[in-house]
C-alpha cells in the first residue's frame, strides 16, 4: 500500500534550519513529480516547493525562494526539504505530495500525513 512518510520536523528558533525528509513507501517515485504543502495554523494549505521526476525543475513559493532547496533521491525513494534561515511565519504542518505526473505544475494524486515544524523563539 502506498504511503508517503515525512519526517524531519521540529521545535526551532528563528534563523535555524531544518531538513525534511519523506520517505515513499511500496511505490517507485522515479517516474513522479514530487512536492512540500505547508498548512499554517488557521489557513488553507498552501503550495511550498515541488519537483520534477528528474529534479531538474523546481518551483519554489516566493516566500522560501533562496531559503529552501527541495532535491530528491529515486534510488532511495525519498525526497528533501531543506529549510534555512527559518522564520515564525513557517511554521505549520507540512505535507508531502506526489504528482500524478513527472512534471510541474500537475494534479496531486497522493498525500502524506504531514510533520509538524514549529519556529518561535
Known amino acids: 500500500q502506498l504511503q508517503l512518510v515525512e519526517s524531519g520536523g521540529g521545535l526551532v528558533q528563528p534563523g535555524a534550519s531544518l531538513r525534511l525528509a519523506c520517505k515513499v513507501i511500496?511505490?517507485?517515485?522515479?517516474?513522479?513529480?514530487m512536492g512540500w504543502f505547508l498548512q499554517a495554523p488557521g489557513k488553507e494549505r498552501e503550495f511550498v516547493a515541488g519537483?520534477?521526476?528528474?529534479?531538474?525543475?523546481?518551483k519554489y513559493a516566493d516566500s522560501v525562494k533562496g531559503r529552501f532547496t527541495i532535491s530528491r533521491d529515486n534510488a532511495v525513494n525519498t525526497m528533501f526539504l531543506q529549510m534555512n534561515s527559518l522564520k515564525p511565519e513557517d511554521t505549520g504542518i507540512y505535507y508531502c505530495v506526489m504528482y500524478s505526473s513527472g512534471y510541474l505544475p500537475g494534479g496531486v494524486s497522493s498525500w502524506g500525513q504531514g510533520t509538524q515544524v514549529t519556529v518561535s523563539s
Open positions: 519537483l520534477s521526476w528528474s529534479g531538474r525543475d523546481t
Open positions: 511500496e511505490y517507485p517515485i522515479s517516474s513522479y513529480a
